[in-house]
């Protein structure tokens, strides 16, 4: 699994990306979404033994070509110690996930049993039961979901890629912090120039 942006700075369009032998399955995220995706695989990880390796950068790059399969609303992650794989569960974009205020990636605790496939584009490991990390969701058929088992290696990399991948963006202004563009309106100058220093 990897993360990864198509496009310029300040018009990226950013993907999560998963392959399980030929399946390649690609979606799309919100920038917030990979920072909180790195986030919450960083709590997830900060109780776990360290990996030895992590994939390399050329390694973690995206498949071309990208064609997101849907957008991601919903995403929770938790760790199963039976198979030592850090467990991603991304459902699809609804209208309920567009009204609230900003993404929804939740991290839960340790759970039983491996990954299931199940209804719309996903990706997995075959077995086990899931019941844990859904109990708060319940199944909605109209609703796609993508079930991703990680490695400690490739969730650390992921980590990683993904800090990469966020600083690569537009600097932000030192006035407000919004990322700097032609166009930027600084709040804290009230449209006018900036102060000169």
């Known amino acids: 699994m990897t993360v990864g942006a198509v ?27 990979v920072l909180f995706l790195a986030g919450g695989l960083t709590e997830v990880m900060a109780d776990l033994a360290a990996p030895s390796d992590v994939p390399t950068e050329s390694e973690l790059e995206l ?3 990208v064609l997101a399969e849907w957008a991601v609303g919903s995403m929770q992650l938790a760790y199963d110690s039976a198979s030592d794989r850090v467990l991603l569960v991304a459902r699809e974009v609804t209208s309920d996930d567009e009204d609230a205020e900003g993404p929804d990636v939740a991290a839960t605790d340790e759970v039983e049993g491996g990954v299931e496939t199940e209804g719309g584009s996903s990706l997995s490991e075959p077995g086990g039961a899931w019941s844990a990390i859904e109990a708060d969701e319940p199944d909605r058929s109209d609703v796609a979901v993508a079930r991703v088992a990680l490695t400690r290696q490739q969730a650390a990399g992921v980590i990683e890629h993904g800090k990469r991948l966020l600083r690569g963006g537009r600097p932000p202004c030192p006035q407000c912090g919004f990322p700097l563009s032609e166009d930027h ?3 804290k100058t009230n449209g006018h120039r900036a102060p000169a220093l």
């Open 7 to 33: 496009g310029p700075p300040g018009k990226r369009v950013f993907y999560v990306q998963a392959r399980q032998e030929d399946q390649l399955v690609s979606l799309k995220l919100e920038k917030e979404q």
């Open 63 to 65: 498949e071309q070509p």
């Open 185 to 187: 309106s600084c709040p």
